[in-house]
């Protein structure tokens, strides 16, 4: 797929403020710091799309991009802040909620996932619950630059055994780096994939 156009439309702090859900949609979310900006603005070939922060939690709305005039692309807050208050992560939790679990037009989450560190309790909590509540979901394991391809494979892999430790199958799953861009073309031939197959489904 090809991105020809990606403009914000909208960045708000409730489900009921989102844009009509007339579209298909693929939102991105993960613990914070995971690099989630840098890939989005990799994915879309506009730096400056989603604002990239040194410090973690910069991003607290639900933000919608228009792509091709066709689909939104959403950037979800993060997932276990260290710099915010109990009462602002709280907000975050219940945000992040009604969005997974009643965006009609939700076609995949996609749950990053650093590849640099051993299985973090919070990501694993976070991609049980999803599942547990049927969210249609993909992982992508992110600054894969920074491993040797040993090592990439033996952080990947600790993964898929505590997942399998509970589910039968995995998700689909890739490896990216929004310093070489690695992953770019995988992850949005994944999405053009879900468009045409539900397409094909109505």
Not at 35 to 58: C, D, I, Y
Not at 137 to 142: K, Q, R
Not at 171 to 194: C, D
Request: hydrophobic share 40%.
């Amino acid at each position: 797929m090809q991105i020809k156009q990606a403009q914000f439309i909208s960045s708000v702090g409730r489900l009921d403020q989102c844009p009509t859900a007339d579209r298909h949609e693929f939102a991105f979310i993960g613990r914070s710091n995971v690099g989630k900006s840098s890939l989005l603005n990799m994915l879309m070939s506009r730096k400056g799309l989603a604002k990239v922060s040194q410090k973690p939690g910069k991003t607290q709305t639900i933000n919608h991009f228009l792509v091709n005039d066709q689909w939104y692309l959403v950037d979800l807050p993060g997932y276990g802040y260290a710099s915010v208050s109990k009462d602002l992560k709280a907000g975050f939790g219940k945000m992040i909620d009604f969005y997974v679990t009643k965006r009609t037009n939700l076609d995949c989450l996609f749950v990053l996932l650093d590849s640099r560190v051993p299985p973090q309790r919070i990501d694993l909590d976070f991609i049980l619950w999803a599942g547990e509540h049927g969210v249609p979901m993909a992982l992508i394991f992110t600054k894969t630059d920074k491993l040797s391809g040993n090592e990439l494979t033996k952080s990947m892999k600790a993964y898929e055994r505590k997942l399998l430790e509970i589910w039968e199958a995995l998700p689909p799953n890739f490896v990216s780096s929004a310093e070489t861009g690695r992953g770019k073309e995988e992850i949005l031939n994944f999405m053009q994939t879900v468009m045409s197959e539900s397409e094909e489904n109505k």
